[in-house]
């Protein structure tokens, strides 16, 4: 095995393989943990896009609150889920699909588009600054979760990640966006394991098998990650699995790694020497 694979799995925490029914039982075990630990929180804020990462995210968020209800019978406890969508998203109904699988306590929706749009028109209108579509698609994301910390900010709330090692790995979402957040139930697993716990909750495949995109640039809609990232996430799957991957594989996966290690820090200060 590579050095520097060596050192990302054991940095992110990823296993060879996986017990589904374990991994569920650990990870809402974690939320519940948190939940008693600061009793204060009494809410699970995430949004739901109808991909595979936040549909599971959001059912284990679920699973854990109903268990929590029922051990101490205090029911201010609520998992809400958000619809974040930039208009009309392309693939609505799987959005649809993923909240009635996971059958969250409360469901909000609030259109981004109408903050976005306005932003960009205001640096073009009074700073003659054009926003580019790469650009737009980051407001949108730190938008979302902006919207999430407002909604968790209201019902006494913690925010969730959907982040995971095969997205850690390669830095492949928004810093201070998707990026930010409470807790992070997905911490840890590939991209293929999650799908192994979509199947052991009986999930419909459809939720879990659909190609995987960020979707926020307009100029490019629907780019597959793996066309982005310019590797499939089996590569990416067996290299945090400590498998063997091929040279080329190898290289893009860390050089991935390497250009987006200041998205896996808290702001620079004076003392930190990961970056020099």
């Known amino acids: 095995m590579r050095e520097l694979q060596k050192k990302i799995i054991s940095e992110l925490k990823s296993k060879p393989s996986i017990n589904a029914e374990l991994e569920i039982r650990e990870r809402i075990d974690f939320i519940k943990s948190y939940l008693k630990k600061y009793p204060f929180i ?19 968020a679920q699973l854990a609150i109903n268990e929590i209800i029922e051990e101490t019978g205090n029911t201010k406890y609520q998992f809400i889920a958000v619809r974040l969508p930039y208009g009309e998203q392309t693939d609505e109904a799987d959005a649809q699909k993923a909240l009635d699988f996971i059958q ?3 469901v909000f929706t609030v259109n981004i588009k109408p903050s976005v749009d306005a932003l960009v028109s205001e640096f073009k209108i009074n700073s003659n600054l054009e926003i580019s579509d790469f650009n737009k698609g980051n407001l949108k994301a730190r938008s979302r979760m902006m919207t999430q910390y407002a909604i968790a900010g209201e019902f006494k709330g913690a925010v969730l990640g959907t982040d995971h090692a095969a997205e850690n790995i390669t830095g492949f979402y928004t810093k201070f966006g998707d990026g930010a957040a409470d ?40 780019v597959a990650d793996e066309v982005a990232l310019g590797v499939t996430y089996d590569a990416i799957d067996d290299y945090l699995e400590g498998k063997k991957v091929t040279d080329k594989d190898a290289k893009i996966i860390e050089s991935w790694f390497l250009k987006t290690e200041h998205k896996r820090h808290l702001p620079i200060t004076k003392n930190d020497t990961f970056w020099k």
């Open 104 to 106: 969250a306590d409360k």
């Open 183 to 222: 807790l992070l139930p997905l911490s840890g697993l590939t991209k293929r394991q999650g799908k192994q716990l979509l199947a052991f909750l009986e999930a419909d495949e459809a939720l879990y098998l659909k190609i995987p995109t960020a979707d926020l640039e307009e100029n490019k809609p629907m």
């Open 42 to 60: 009494e809410s699970l804020v995430l949004g739901i896009s109808g991909g595979q990462d936040s549909t599971l995210a959001g059912r284990v």
